[in-house]
């Protein structure tokens, strides 16, 4: 397939396997030391490769031998390949190329490999990278989708995941073939694919409607139209990337909170035509959200983040207001909205860096609504203040949760929001750099309180003091005497 390795480093692995493969090699070294050096270009290992003579086809059925090579690698079943005739259907049999990675290998890898996958593997494969494959354009892809599909229909399982990251070859046709032979795909990957423009996500998501998991880091060229066109055929999403996608707008975000109720996953990064319309959508819309990175939002205020914490919760309460006059009910019924049915309850991550409008009150309204946060990123949040890490120290979520705090490159902190964080017996590490305002002082009585926390932090040297009486020499006592 793509590799061929000498036979001697295929032995030494194969003698360290069982007692029964090294006698089989001590056997084939036997015999070659028999053999004329003279004809060593001529060696005759036939009957020894034979199924009747070799000792590991005969002690191991064939269901044994196929379980042991279906937890070897590419280039190990490459390699096991070229032993014999036998070995050679074992090793390429379509079970055990269920799983296939061929990063490794992506300068090397052309059109055909891909059409020879899809001929042997097709009715087996499960997942397939073709991460960084140069080589790998729409013609093979064609191939590829067609013998899927033809195999589909007669095995089971079927392709559920496929990355295509950095192939700047694959395009719109791609996308097509790929929704027309592999409509039980759940998960694909086309991030930095130069050449896909919306018709071609069109015609994926209308193809490939059980999508789960949907990465299109850095297309240009993925607008709202494209990305209304997904949330309308694919329902089902819970992991969706649009770093760098620097053509959406609201439009397409709320589109995309609307009819995906189930993501779990939302990364926005470098979405800097966003604003607070579409925080507000997903906080209504998306309850098991978990991870939002929304870095480089700039547009983005406490505002936002306030619908993303509360919203629904003050909503809840002015409609109560109006449908219910009795005082009691309505605090009841407050209540149990407010233990049940927050909207960011689920929030464990949330990226915020370079978010440059945001204060301390998005980290009050955090600290109260998002109970499970487990890692917060403020960098490049100047605003940020003592005052905020001190609603933060104090939530529920900091001091059962929080792990990861970033806070590099907010000008106001100070000693007092390490002090301030002392009570999170959990937190892991925190990023200090360029914060002028620690100490070292104030780092020592941190970790003083929490013994296993790594903190990132970074001191410029002082500048020496200017020296006084006379000036420096402009040079050397060599120079001065010459």
Known sequence: FIYSRQFASLSFNLANLSPIISQFWEKISYKMKMINHSNINRLELTKVFSEDDALINRKLPRELLLRVFSYLDVVSLCRCAQVSNYWHILALDGSNWQRIDLFNFQTDI???????????????LKQLSLRGCLSVNDAALVTFAEITCAALSKHCPRLVRLHLDSCPQISDSSLKDIALGCRNLDWI???????????????LAQGCNKLQGFVGKGLKMLNDQALIALAT????????????????????????????????YLCLTLCSHLTDASLLVIAQNCPQLETLEVASCSLFTDSGFQALARVSIVYFFRKAMIQILSFVIVVITFVFFFTNFQTCRMLEKIDLEDCVLITDTTLSHLALGCPRLEKLSLSHCELITDEGIRHLGVSPCSTEHLAVLELDNCPLISDASLDHLLSCHNLQRIELYDCQLITRGGIKRLKSHLPNIKVHAYFAPQTPPPTEGRSRQRYCRCCVIL
């Open 189 to 203: 990957n086309i991030s930095w694919s130069e050449n896909i423009t919306p018709n071609g996500i069109e015609e």
């Open 233 to 264: 055929h694919c329902r089902d999403l819970q992991h969706v990337n649009l770093h760098s996608c620097s053509s959406i707008n609201d439009r397409g975000v709320i589109a995309l909170a609307e009819n995906c109720p189930n993501i779990r």
């Open 110 to 124: 052309e059109g055909r490999v891909v059409e020879n996958i899809g001929r042997r593997c097709g009715g087996f």
